[in-house]
């Protein structure tokens, strides 16, 4: 199984919604991320998680609430969002192989969210 | 800090012609990747090509190539034989070593015209 799969592939959320985004692979990866694309735009970094603990927050907004309750599985708990926060929310898995200088990164197709 | 610039927002080119995408960067650091993803229309991100700033071998893969230059920071990507599937939003993009995060360009809107 090479596949990130993530869930759902659209949302659409109100401002005082809480929703959760789920991101899943059964590579035996030890490294999850997610990224934020907005249109015609490239990804970009939101969290990265090593080996199930927050390795990487880019100063991102206190709506987004990462959780990596496995080595398998990555979600993000949104709360409050804004219409501006309406994007592709891509994640993507690693291996982290420590002693390796380069561990490809493997993306999911991404979910839709659209905030009204 | 690192910066990745691509200079074509869009291009197109007809079925079975050769395209190069340009990307130049600028780093500091000796030690690097260089990246092109493909993002197709509603698909999902793949990586394409990639190239170890070490080696002074241009990397390939079948049909897609990349000419590195690094006293020059450049690292563009050399379609051959383009098909309708390559239609595609191509990011070039640097990561350092020893590090996860990857540095993207603004990408390159390449169609494929039949």
């Known amino acids: 199984d090479t596949e990130v799969t993530q869930t759902p592939k659209h949302l659409v959320m109100g401002m005082t919604n809480k929703k959760s985004l789920k991101c899943e692979q059964h590579?035996?990866?030890?490294?999850m991320y997610w990224y934020k694309q907005k249109a015609k735009k490239p990804p970009e970094l939101m969290f990265v998680?090593?080996?199930?603990?927050?390795?990487i927050n880019e100063s991102v907004p206190s709506r987004f609430s990462p959780e990596c309750p496995n080595s398998s599985l990555l979600n993000l708990h949104l709360h409050a969002l804004q219409p501006e926060d309406s994007a592709l929310y891509l994640c993507?898995?690693?291996?982290?192989?420590?002693?390796?200088?380069?561990?490809?990164?493997?993306f999911g197709p991404g979910t839709r969210l659209t905030v009204l | 800090a690192q910066t990745v610039t691509q200079s074509q927002p869009e291009m197109s080119v007809q079925e079975a012609e050769t395209v190069t995408l340009s990307c130049t960067y600028d780093?500091?650091?000796?030690?690097?990747?260089l990246f092109w993803y493909k993002q197709p229309p509603s698909r999902q991100m793949i990586l394409v090509i990639r190239?170890?700033?070490?080696?002074?071998q241009n990397a390939t893969e079948n049909r897609f190539s990349v000419n590195f230059q690094k006293a020059a920071k450049s690292f563009s990507l050399k379609i051959s034989d383009s098909q309708l599937g390559d239609t595609a939003m191509y990011f070039c993009?640097?990561?350092?070593?020893?590090?996860?995060?990857?540095?993207f360009g603004k990408g390159t809107r390449l169609h494929i015209l039949p």
């Open positions: 993507a898995s690693s291996q982290d192989l420590k002693g390796s200088s380069y561990n490809e990164q493997f």
């Open positions: 590579m035996g990866h030890r490294a």
């Open positions: 998680y090593s080996y199930e603990k927050l390795s």
């Open positions: 780093t500091s650091e000796n030690n690097y990747y």
């Open positions: 190239q170890e700033a070490y080696k002074q």
């Open positions: 993009a640097f990561m350092k070593h020893w590090d996860d995060k990857i540095i």
